[in-house]
Each structure stands twice: as C-alpha cells, then as structure tokens.
Nanobody, 121 residues
C-alpha cells in the first residue's frame, strides 16, 4: 500500500514562495495519479494540482492557482512537489497530497497527513 508524507509547509508573507514535497513510499509515484488538495479552516476541500503519469504525463491545475503553482515529480527521490509562488492570503490552508489508480476520478484513495501553509503579513 502506498504511503504519502508531506513536508515544506510554513509561514510566508504575501507574494512569497514555498515548495511542498510529497514523499511516496510503498510504491512508485508513476503508477498513480497524484493530486494536491487544500482545505482552509471552515471551508470545503479544493483540488489544487494533479499529475497523471503514463506514456505522456498530464498535468492539471485549479483556475485559482494557474500560473502560480507547479506540480512536478522527482523520479530519483520518488517525490511529487508543489512549487507555490506569488502566494496570497487566500492560499492559507492545510495542504495534503493524495494518490489513486490512474482512472480514479477523485485521485484520493491514499492521503498524507498534510502540511500547514500560512500566508500573512
């Protein structure tokens, strides 16, 4: 069974950057879809960015992060990172990575514990 562990969260000022890392163990990331979610206090969960590995790797982003966030794998480390730039206070949330079979509509059969991101001046 695949296990996921996030790292890299913290506090940053608006306009700043952070990179979150999802360490995958128990299997290799490229057998799964991998999705970063976030959940702010009192709000519904949101999908942020998705990567689906295959003959050609596909990427997808929520509109509210397009052009600011980038999801990318590191095959040597078996990790999937989320690089976040031009952060806004509205990006404050618990971020977690999830994985599922390539055909999974939600891509969240397996989840990590999450890492907190706080954007504040």
């Amino acid at each position: 069974q695949v296990q996921l562990m996030e790292s890299g969260g913290g506090s940053v000022q608006p306009g700043g950057s952070l990179t979150l890392t999802c360490a995958v163990s128990g299997d290799t990331y490229n057998k799964y879809c991998v999705r970063w979610f976030r959940q702010a206090a009192g709000k519904e969960r949101e999908g942020v960015a998705t990567m689906i590995s295959g003959e050609y790797t596909g990427y997808g982003y929520a509109n509210f992060v397009k052009g600011r966030f980038t999801i990318s794998p590191d095959s040597a480390k078996n990790t999937v990172s989320l690089e976040m730039t031009r952060l806004e206070e509205e990006d404050t949330a618990l971020y977690y990575c999830a994985a599922g079979p390539p055909g999974s509509p939600e891509c969240d059969e397996f989840r990590g514990q999450g890492t907190q991101v706080t954007v504040s001046s």
